[in-house]
């Protein structure tokens, strides 16, 4: 029986496995290099929905690390951005609360947009929060906006809240269950519209497809079935 329960607890370690393969955008944080290659690069729209990484990117800060890509001539080197805070405490500036580990969109002189390429064909389940970061006391919502393109389509676009004179506004929620995405292809998770600092958290799991839950269930079935009959035969 102990064999029996092995080969079940193997199995079902197995299909966790399966299951768990998932891209994080602050998982898959790079402060090296910024590519529109890298199955996560961060830059903004030139036009429409057309993502660029700009010539202008550069890298700095070692508690939040920044990502920056001003338009061209622009006077602030700083906007449009993406970062994450790599400290393990929070780090404040200018009224925004960079949570430890978090990852922040910055959308000022234009959209700030993270890009991910799908490495594998299959099924995926999306999911993301869009909260803004900035206390404003006063203010009223300046169009700051979060949006999910899949394919260059837009999937997703909601008007954010104006935090005031709290710290954080309502969080914003965008959930995907088995898209069917080719290797290649492109997602764009995206803040425009708007001036108000965002936290990001986007999140793209591998859903095995039901021949694959099959197999694995099928192997574990077979192995439990042998053994059983091995230990009848002992008997």
């Known amino acids: 029986m102990k064999v029996v329960f092995c080969l079940w607890a193997a199995g079902l370690l197995i299909v966790g496995s399966a299951r768990a ?7 898959g944080w790079n402060s090296s290099s910024d590519v529109a290659t890298n199955i996560w690069s ?3 729209f030139s036009s429409g929905t057309a993502f660029v990484v700009p010539s202008t990117a550069t890298n700095s800060g070692s508690t939040v690390n920044f990502w920056d890509f001003p338009p061209s001539g ?3 080197k700083s906007d449009p951005n993406i970062e994450k805070n790599i400290s393990s405490s929070t780090s404040t500036s200018s009224n925004i609360d960079f949570r430890a580990g978090t990852v922040s969109f910055g ?17 995926y389940s999306l999911s993301a929060t869009f909260q803004t970061d900035q206390i404003r006391a006063g203010s009223t919502s300046d169009g700051t906006t979060a949006y999910v393109y899949v ?7 909601q008007a954010l809240s104006d935090p005031g004179s709290a710290q954080f506004g309502t969080a914003a929620t965008y959930v995907a269950s088995l898209l069917a ?5 492109k997602v764009d998770f995206a803040v425009g519209g708007g ?11 591998v859903v095995p497809e039901p021949p694959a839950w099959a197999m694995l269930l099928g192997g574990v079935a077979l192995s439990t079935f042998v053994v059983r009959r091995r230990l009848v035969r002992a008997l």
Do not use: H, N
């Open 42 to 44: 961060y830059g903004t």
């Open 181 to 185: 995405l080719s290797a290649g292809e």
């Open 195 to 205: 001036a108000f600092t965002t936290e990001v958290d986007a999140t793209l799991t």
């Open 74 to 76: 622009a006077t602030d």
């Open 107 to 123: 959308p000022y002189q234009g959209p700030a947009v993270a890009q991910f390429i799908v490495p594998t064909t299959g099924l």
């Open 21 to 27: 393969q998932t891209y994080s955008l602050a998982g």
């Open 151 to 157: 394919g260059g389509m837009d999937d997703y676009s």
